[in-house]
């Protein structure tokens, strides 16, 4: 399972970084959204796959079972993912005023704010 | 612990001319005053009240882990230094009062001394070395602002820029000489560095501490070949002169060797380069002062003189050298600022300091003629005055110099050189602007200036008197102390006196003062001498090398900056792939030891489906709308993961998430352009494709070599302490609102920011909307649709029950503010959506910006009350109650904290989509309603 789990985040990564080398803006943001899942599947699997095993310790006091996942990326990605929405927002409204500035939607001309 | 009140008054003295200019220019003034005055009081009542060996210190921690104390000292060194620069700063203060003119912000003058004065009251204070290394970049930064406070004049700000600049590179060479002597002790403590000489020379390190000190040391005191700042900096203000370029920062230099004497010093290393140094500063200053034509030049290059004499006999090293260079310290300081003050006086009532357009003052201005004439027979070296006595001892040391073998003689022939230049500078000066006739009508016809102008100047000069004439009587006892802390082993005996019998010395003094009288006499053909010389001026050739700097740096960043985005993106990545490829390559194989989980097809499914939902996201961008299905899809494949790989918070968090990114984006498409810009071209196409590829390859490799190795986790601890520690049986929870509870905090608030940010951006944006799609399809008119409008509205208590439930089980069960905060939004979007911005408005009348906020500073506050209970901040607490009928519960204050993080996340993200939501509606502000 390890090999394709690699396979697959490396999948996301990679089309995210294309999608963010293209000269639209609409893709930069797609690209962004991209690389965050990619980024935080990264994190999360690293900590290693373990299955049925979440860390809730039982209400009747009984001890954790030998394997747990382990609970400290898990908190990690869960702040990750909601400030990659905050992130990804704000990109999107100040790349919006950019264009508003700038008028291109090109990524290779938005050089400077002077036009 | 009243040490650190000395810079600490200084310092809030900054602030006081701001408030007291109000009052007038004189009652601004005497405000500012109060706090050195406090300051110099202090000084002196410390003094008095320890006894005679003991260094008074003390510290604070402020980053133990960079070994950066905020400790402070006070010994005689210190003394000495402390009383130059609050008492010579309190005469300043009085002066500027007349000396600046109406149009002159006093305020802004008094902050900048008051900032300079904090700075070097810092400097000869600090009790560890990077403290007093943060003060003497104060000093280069205040001394700029002073330097370029007539900011309209070029020459202000090219002087300024160019002290800035000589001292700020001499300060970054201090800093990395004091790292390694760090390095070498192991702390930064001054109290163990001036103990450790032994350690220090003989480390092989010595010699690049030696340079790197020194490097600091002569940029600040303006010595040879660094010198060339100084005479630019004369464009300051007179009082500035007067201040930092007499008394004060320019003896910073000269400080610092002092105070790293006992640690440094003794080594023929040290002696040659300060000796040497010292000695040619001292006769090139000279003979510049000679030949310049400005009061303040002939001024500045004098001071570069003197400083190059103290320094030589700081380079020989004995104490009797030792007593010489602070007692010389003192006396410059006393002429030399006197005689500045005399010639901003002399400037400020003729209107010109061109020593070829005054002449005959004498008889205009009798009593500053004589105060000057005191002060320059000072700085001549002439007795009975100070001046003439700290010189005597310095050519008793420079005659009895012994360390350069039989190249000794140079030491005595270059010091009576430059002692024989510095009569005949003295007397050019004192000539040509008092008695000699005058050539040229002087701009203003001069006469005395106010009383309080000058009484700093006769202040000085009577001290001056005294000091000559009694040398005993008030300087012992500081002078003593001040040695004391700089000569490490038995105190010297010493004894001031003018008159110690024929000797050599005093023979080379009358030798000196015949010699510089016969050349002042030849001034003009010396002067005619000078001519042949191209004349070379520093500023032209510093600000040659700046701009070639400048220029080549420019080149440098075209090549690397060129404004596209995207080219730094690549460069980005580029490095980044090269980076793991270089870590993976260290690898011995890539896989590990760890052994693989068996395949099952339900995570084959799910890799397919990501895999597909990531490439068709790609290559489909150009239909926007399928990218973003695809896109989507990525989005949920990776919560259904998350759920089974025993994450059940985050699949719930990235569910929701999901939901509103997808919402977000939506919006997106619709305002952001709706053109794509023509494609790139197929080299381009293919070189990303590669990098993309390479990095993908790259991060998969780097997954699946850890996925196969044993990894350290330190889950453990919040594992085993999640119940006991933090009272929640979810122990992803209790890290988020516990354990890692400060991260959180800084979480949410990054979150509340970017949603005002937002918030105020999308304030002043101008959308208009267009009639079609980009595709030329009309809008559909049915803007909401019955159906969902009734399932939303049925849906929003349902949802707000679940999210309060999802809420409260958090600590316990999956969930918690995060899940809680964004089914709660999501819940109230889709009432946006089905109704309509405006219907919702109306019925949900508040604004989205207060909750974020308050959301923000309700955790804080939680995170605060534990201080009231004398606890770090955001420890928590918990307890169980038993309530009759629901039986025992559990009441945490991470729930509270947890309220804080619902609170922010419902807000900002409602705050988020709201508001460009508002943008597709009838309230956006369009062309005619701005």
């Given amino acids: 399972m390890e090999p394709i789990m690699a396979v697959v985040i490396g999948v996301i990564y990679a089309s995210a970084i294309y999608m963010m080398l293209r000269r639209s803006i609409v893709k930069l943001v797609i690209g962004l959204i991209l690389i965050s899942n990619a980024a935080n599947l990264l994190i999360f699997t690293v900590a290693g796959m373990t299955r049925d095993a979440p860390p809730l310790i039982p209400m009747n006091g009984d001890p954790l079972g030998d394997v747990v996942a382990d609970p400290l990326p898990q908190a990690l990605v869960l702040t990750a993912i909601v400030i990659a929405f905050g992130v990804l927002s704000f990109a999107v409204v100040l790349i919006r005023r950019a264009y508003q500035i700038v008028r291109v939607d090109d990524l290779d001309q938005m050089k400077d704010t002077d036009t | ?930």
């Fill in chain 2, 1 to 930: 612990m009243t040490l650190p009140w000395i810079p600490l008054l200084t310092f809030l003295g900054v602030f006081v001319p701001a408030l007291a200019i109000r009052g007038g220019r004189t009652v601004c003034a005497l405000a500012t005053a109060t706090a050195p005055a406090v300051a110099l009081g202090l000084v002196l009542f410390f003094y008095l009240g320890h006894d005679g060996d003991e260094v008074m210190r003390t510290s604070l921690q402020w980053l133990p882990a960079m070994g950066l104390e905020l400790a402070f000292r006070l010994d005689g060194l210190s003394l000495l230094f402390l009383l130059l620069i609050l008492g010579i700063g309190l005469l300043i203060i009085l002066y500027t009062r007349y000396y600046l003119s109406e149009q002159d912000s006093m305020s802004r003058f008094y902050a900048f001394l008051m900032l300079f004065m904090t700075a070097m009251v810092g400097i000869v204070t600090s009790d560890n070395l990077l403290l007093l290394w943060g003060f003497w970049e104060l000093t280069s930064i205040s001394s700029f602002l002073l330097i370029s406070f007539w900011s309209h004049e070029t020459t202000a700000r090219k002087g300024a820029r160019m002290a800035m600049t000589v001292t700020g590179a001499g300060g970054l060479a201090l800093l990395a000489g004091i790292m390694l002597i760090g390095k070498v002790v192991g702390t930064y403590d001054m109290g163990t560095v001036l103990e450790s000489h032994d350690l220090i020379t003989a480390s092989p390190l010595y010699p690049a501490i030696i340079v790197l000190v020194l490097l600091g040391a002569f940029t600040k005191s303006a010595q040879f070949p660094f010198h060339f700042w100084l005479p630019h900096a004369m464009a300051a203000p007179t009082p500035v002169s007067a201040y930092l370029h007499s008394a004060t920062m320019v003896k910073a230099g000269i400080f610092l060797m002092l105070r790293l004497h006992p640690a440094l010093s003794g080594t023929e290393l040290w002696t040659v380069i300060v000796t040497l140094t010292g000695l040619v500063t001292m006769v090139y200053g000279a003979w510049f002062a000679f030949l310049k034509t400005d009061l303040k030049g002939i001024l500045a290059f004098s001071t570069i003189s003197h400083l190059g004499l103290i320094t030589s006999l700081l380079g020989l090293g004995n104490s009797q050298a030792m007593i010489a260079a602070l007692f010389h310290i003192i006396n410059h300081a006393l002429f030399k600022a006197s005689l500045f003050m005399a010639a901003g006086i002399i400037d400020h009532e003729a209107g010109t300091r061109d020593v070829r357009k005054l002449g005959g003052l004498y008889r205009l201005m009798p009593i500053t003629t004589v105060l000057t004439c005191i002060a320059t027979v000072s700085m001549a070296g002439l007795p009975p005055l100070n001046g003439f006595i700290s010189k005597e001892m310095f050519f008793t040391e420079a005659l009895a110099s012994q360390q350069f073998g039989g190249l000794a003689w140079i030491v005595p022939l270059l010091a009576g050189l430059g002692g024989l230049l510095s009569v005949a500078y003295s007397l050019r000066l004192a000539y040509a602007t008092f008695f000699r006739r005058p050539r040229q009508e002087p701009p203003k016809t001069p006469h005395e200036p106010p009383w309080p102008m000058r009484f700093p100047v006769e202040l000085l000069v009577a001290l001056c008197i005294i000091v000559g004439l009694v040398p005993t009587l008030p300087q012992s006892p500081i002078l003593e102390d001040a040695v004391r802390a700089t000569v490490s082993g038995e105190m010297p005996e010493f004894h001031l006196a003018l008159w110690h019998g024929i000797n050599p010395a005093l023979l080379l003094s009358m030798a000196v003062i015949a010699g510089g009288i016969v050349l002042h006499l030849l001034h003009r053909h010396m002067m005619r001498f000078n001519r042949q010389f191209k004349p070379q001026d520093a500023r032209y050739i510093f600000e040659g090398f700046v701009q070639r700097l400048v220029a080549l740096c420019q080149r440098l960043i075209d090549r690397l900056e060129n404004g596209s985005l995207q080219r730094y993106m690549f460069l980005l990545m580029a490095v980044s792939v090269l980076a793991m490829a270089l870590g993976l390559a260290d690898l011995d194989m890539l896989a590990g030891s760890l052994g693989q989980q068996a395949l099952d097809p339900i995570v084959i499914l799910g890799a397919a489906l990501l895999i597909m939902g990531g490439v068709l996201t790609a290559a489909l961008h150009r239909y926007r709308l399928i990218s973003l299905l695809m896109l989507s899809v990525v989005g949920l494949v990776v919560a259904l993961t998350f759920a089974r790989f025993s994450a059940p918070d985050l699949a719930l968090t990235q569910l929701s998430v999901e939901v509103v990114t997808m919402i977000l984006l939506m919006l997106a498409l619709f305002f952001l352009p709706q053109k794509t810009p023509k494609e790139s071209s197929g080299a381009r196409v293919v070189r990303d494709v590669l990098i993309a590829t390479g990095f993908g390859g790259a991060v998969a490799s780097l997954n699946f070599a850890v996925l196969t190795r044993d990894l350290n986790s330190i889950s453990n601890f919040f594992i085993d302490q999640s119940v006991p520690g933090g009272g929640g049986h979810n122990v992803v929870n209790v890290i988020l609102v516990d354990f890692r509870g400060f991260d959180t905090l800084g979480e949410i608030t990054v979150l509340a920011i970017a949603g005002l940010a937002i918030f105020k951006l999308l304030n002043r944006l101008r959308l208009f909307m267009p009639a079609t799609d980009m595709e030329g399809r009309l809008w559909s008119n049915d803007r909401h649709p019955t159906l969902l409008m009734v399932v939303s509205q049925t849906l929003l208590p349902l949802a707000l029950l679940v999210s309060f439930f999802i809420f409260l089980r958090g600590h316990n069960q999956p969930g918690g503010g995060f899940i809680a905060g964004l089914i709660t939004a999501v819940a109230l979007i889709l009432l946006y959506m089905s109704r309509g911005v405006e219907w919702a408005q109306q019925r949900l009348d508040f604004q989205f910006q207060p909750i974020a906020i308050a959301g923000v500073a309700l955790s804080t506050f939680t995170g605060l009350c534990s201080w009231l209970f004398g606890y770090p901040f955001l420890t928590s607490t918990f307890d169980h109650f038993h309530l009759p009928l629901i039986g025992d519960i559990e009441l945490a204050s991470a729930l509270i904290f947890d309220g804080g993080i619902y609170l922010a996340v419902v807000g900002a993200t409602l705050m988020i989509l709201a508001n460009l939501g508002k943008l597709t509606t009838a309230h956006r502000p369009n062309k005619d309603m701005p």
